[in-house]
């Protein structure tokens, strides 16, 4: 079967689908994203995470373009959806990319008058389960989080760094890199945020430490807050990474992964705690509740 993508309102094969050559999103990054994971047909917080980008698009000032332009004329809720039924998938990886779009040959949006608006969504590849069994192997990478940047919470379309910080860990035949700020803190990683459980308690970089509001972060803080399970939000010492009995990373897609290894050397014992095990079935019920 054709691969089916969404674009600028209509559902075309891949094929089909055109981008303009003077499209701001891929001339100077001035864009977002959303990447989603749906499970048996139906995307897990759809409603946060277009929330997500709704709050970005104002804080970039693409409000006016991108809520009422787009929104006015089509839902990205119900765009999201039929893209995936489009393409008969039910669990799915799915990418909802919305740039500034087509302008002239200056890096100034005012003169994009029509926003991009493209959904791509693709059978989910997870990881496979002896990985949540391993753990990830990780790299202190060796660029920084700008706290004082926008673009460290924003899920934009400038994705440089974040993929020069996993060149990094491919590198050093690791699966992620963590990414310190300018302050010397704990961020994130390339594409997770970062849990560390220390007494029983669970700890995250603060989101002023320089990290993307992740979707499934707030998803385990809530759940770990309903399990009565101390959380705490703040700034994170690297070396506080080797004291932790236990660390995972999460993102939309992994969910929840075991995070055992620092440039070499182990968290806890090497391997995944027990709390980290029972957030990833929590996190699994709170799915399938959604599901129902
Ligand atoms: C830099 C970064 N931090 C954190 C996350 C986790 O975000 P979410 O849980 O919304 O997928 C991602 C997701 O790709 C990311 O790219």
């Not at 919470?153 to 890199?177: F, G, Q, W």
């Not at 970089?205 to 972060?217: F, H, M, N, Q």
Request: aromatic fraction near 6%; hydrophobic fraction near 40%.
């Amino acid at each position: 079967m054709a691969e089916i993508v969404y674009i600028n309102g209509q559902l075309v094969p891949r094929s089909g689908a055109k981008l303009s050559p003077f499209d701001h999103g891929f001339l100077y990054g001035y864009g977002l994203f959303e990447t989603m994971r749906a499970y048996s047909g139906h995307i897990f917080r759809l409603d946060r995470h277009l929330a997500r980008l709704r709050l970005s698009a104002q804080s970039l000032g693409l409000i006016h373009s991108i809520l009422n332009v787009v929104e006015g004329k089509q839902s990205l809720e119900v765009a999201c959806l039929v893209t995936l039924e489009a393409n008969k998938l039910k669990d799915a990886r799915l990418r909802l990319t919305v740039s500034a779009g087509e302008g002239n040959m200056m890096p100034d949006p005012c003169t994009c008058s029509h926003p991009t608006v493209l959904i791509t969504a693709r059978s989910l590849v997870a990881p496979p389960p002896q990985k949540y069994e391993s753990g990830f192997a990780a790299i202190l990478s060796s660029l920084r989080r700008n706290t004082q940047s926008p673009l460290s919470r924003l899920k934009s379309t400038c994705y440089m760094e974040n993929i020069l910080a996993r060149t990094e860990a491919r590198a050093a035949r690791c699966d992620e890199a963590i990414l310190l700020n300018e302050l010397g803190y704990l961020a994130e990683g390339s594409t997770t945020n970062i849990f560390l459980v220390h007494s029983g308690e669970l700890i995250t970089p603060s989101l002023g430490s320089g990290v993307l509001a992740g979707i499934t972060r707030e998803a385990v803080l809530e759940i770990a807050g309903s399990a009565n399970i101390g959380t705490l939000e703040r700034q994170v010492e690297p070396k506080e990474l080797l004291e932790a009995d236990e660390a995972f990373l999460t993102n939309s897609i992994l969910e929840r992964m075991p995070w055992t290894w620092l440039a070499g050397k182990p968290i806890g014992t090497g391997k995944p705690g027990q709390l980290t095990r029972e957030l990833l079935a929590a996190y699994r019920e709170l799915v399938n509740e959604t599901l129902q």
